[in-house]
């Protein structure tokens, strides 16, 4: 199996998945870019899985489906703007618990509303060539988290927590290449974590070649992202100087570090 970043629009990444013959893409905002790849790698499309709504994400899937005839998988509860132009027998609603079955795999889905109301993810356990791979969308970062345009903080932090949950060696595939500004805030937050001081300095070396700093790993995510350390002191610290009413409570102090992260 071998994993592939697409880059797309100015900062997106659809993430293509394949065996050398068959493949999977993840959110695939943009057809041309993955008709591209599949072309420049001899694939064809099997598979086409959806995290949630947003047009950066579904802007490709009907065009695409049209022409590889591929199934399709999207949220239950996301509304999805391409649902008419698929036939009823390629799309398949998902929510958490459920199993998609591509390319010999079984990717199991998870729920993690914030980003969107039904925002989804998708994992896949360990296969040759690559480890387990998470298909998180706009839910986790490296180094930050997304925005929560439907959700609320509580809900934010449960999904995050599910996801931080998974093994430590998991590759999180998100679908942007927003790592140095994530990283510049969390270097305010969290300014003594030695580990996130070394990432930032991979993640510059990553970007002054041209090359994405993505997937990352989970276990560095767990070290160095502070929407997963929302119960470490020092953030707890840095969090009330910044907002001195925060409630001491978890979801109190991780709404407040995204309002934080929103207007840095
Ligand atoms: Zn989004
Ligand atoms: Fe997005």
């Known amino acids: 199996m071998t994993l592939l970043p697409i880059p797309a629009f100015n900062d997106n990444y659809l993430w293509l998945l394949h065996d050398g013959t068959h493949a999977l893409v993840v959110d695939p905002g943009q057809p041309q870019v993955v008709q591209d790849a599949l072309l420049a790698h001899g694939l064809s499309l099997t598979g086409i899985v959806v995290t949630h709504h947003h047009w950066d994400h579904t802007g490709g899937v009907a065009e695409l489906q049209q ?65 387990n791979v998470l298909f998180c969308g706009d839910t986790l970062f490296a180094a930050g988290c997304g925005r929560l345009f439907e959700g609320t903080p509580a809900q934010m932090r449960d999904s995050l927590n599910r996801l931080g949950a998974l093994p430590a060696d998991t590759l999180v595939c998100c679908a942007h290449e927003y790592t140095m500004a994530n990283l510049q805030f969390a ?14 300095e991979r993640a510059a070396a990553l970007r002054a070649e041209g090359l994405p700093t993505v997937p990352t790993r989970l276990s560095d995510e767990r070290a160095i992202n502070p929407f997963l350390r929302v119960d470490q002191a020092d953030i707890v610290r840095q969090v009330m100087a910044q907002f001195p009413k925060t409630p001491a409570q978890a979801d109190a102090i991780f709404g407040a570090l995204r309002e934080w992260k929103n207007n840095f």
Request: charged fraction near 20%.
């Open 67 to 131: 022409h590889w005839d591929c199934e399709v998988y999207h949220p239950r509860s996301d509304p999805m703007p391409f649902l008419d132009a698929i036939p009823p027998a390629k799309r398949h609603a998902v929510a958490g618990g459920d199993r998609v079955h591509l390319l010999g795999l079984s990717l199991s889905v998870i729920d993690v509303p914030g980003h969107t109301a039904g925002h989804i993810a998708y994992v896949g356990h360990a296969r040759p060539g690559v480890g």
């Open 187 to 200: 270097l305010a937050v969290d300014p003594k974590n030695a580990a996130l001081v070394r990432y930032s």
